[in-house]
């Protein structure tokens, strides 16, 4: 299993600004991943993140509004960029372990913008 | 875009009864997984059935797959109050490696 903590857990922002989320897995992991649920629905894909690569963005999803970085097996961030009130979701880190096929999440960053 | 559709979208029942929720996808897959949600809380992962099994066991858990159909259900027996939750299925594509999710359930257990 994989023991998943994302930082900050909530944070209420401008218009504007930038947030960057943290995101630490307590084992090796293959793939990570980052999610987006916006208020009351399911979670949509944002990104694979790629050690040591350019992240693979979903459609709908782009790098200069959501860049991610990783750069080892177990440490992700997502940054949510020139934030907009529409932006207000939870961030939620996803992995799966080295030889499994579980995927594990984090209990999830809760955006509020302004 | 999600994998697929659950329904019931909501399911209120007494404690002691169970409770059954389906769910459908769109594309093929090499394993399904199940998850709870509280109250907008992160995911817990309950069970995962691979596309070469048919049923699953896990305490009061059943889940079944029939790749035919491109749907899966889960059974929770005997319900808790404690099991009111919002329910996610998600199926890890065959190709690309995503895991998608379908739209899920909002279950209450009523005491």
């Known amino acids: 299993s994989a023991v998943i903590s994302q930082k900050p857990s909530r944070d209420i922002c401008q218009r504007g600004t930038s947030l960057t989320i943290q995101c630490q897995v307590d084992?090796?992991?293959?793939?990570m991943f980052w999610y987006r649920q916006q208020p009351g629905q399911s979670l949509t894909l944002i990104a694979t993140?790629?050690?040591?690569?350019?992240?693979?963005?979903e459609s709908g999803f782009v790098i200069d509004k959501f860049p991610i970085s990783r750069p080892n097996l177990t440490f992700s961030t997502l940054t949510v960029s020139n934030m907009s009130p529409e932006d207000s979701s939870i961030y939620l880190c996803?992995?799966?372990?080295?030889?499994?096929?579980?995927?594990?999440f984090g209990p999830g960053t809760r955006l509020l913008v302004l | 875009s999600q994998q697929g559709e659950e329904d019931p979208q909501a399911l209120s029942i007494q404690e002691g009864e169970n409770a059954t929720m389906n769910c459908s996808y769109k594309?093929?897959?090499?394993?399904l997984q199940w998850y709870r949600q509280n109250s907008g809380r992160g995911l817990v992962h309950l069970i995962l059935?691979?596309?070469?099994?048919r049923e699953k066991h896990s305490g009061r858990l059943r889940v079944t797959l029939d790749t035919s159909k491109k749907s899966s259900s889960l059974l929770i027996t005997a319900s808790r109050a404690a099991d009111t939750a919002s329910y996610f299925c998600?199926?890890?594509?065959?190709?690309?490696?995503?895991?998608?999710f379908g739209e899920g359930t909002q279950l209450t257990v009523n005491p």
């Open positions: 996803s992995a799966v372990t080295s030889g499994g096929e579980t995927q594990y």
């Open positions: 084992s090796q992991v293959t793939m």
């Open positions: 993140a790629n050690q040591g690569s350019e992240a693979t963005y």
């Open positions: 594309t093929s897959i090499n394993n």
């Open positions: 059935i691979r596309s070469n099994e």
């Open positions: 998600a199926g890890r594509e065959t190709s690309g490696s995503r895991l998608t």
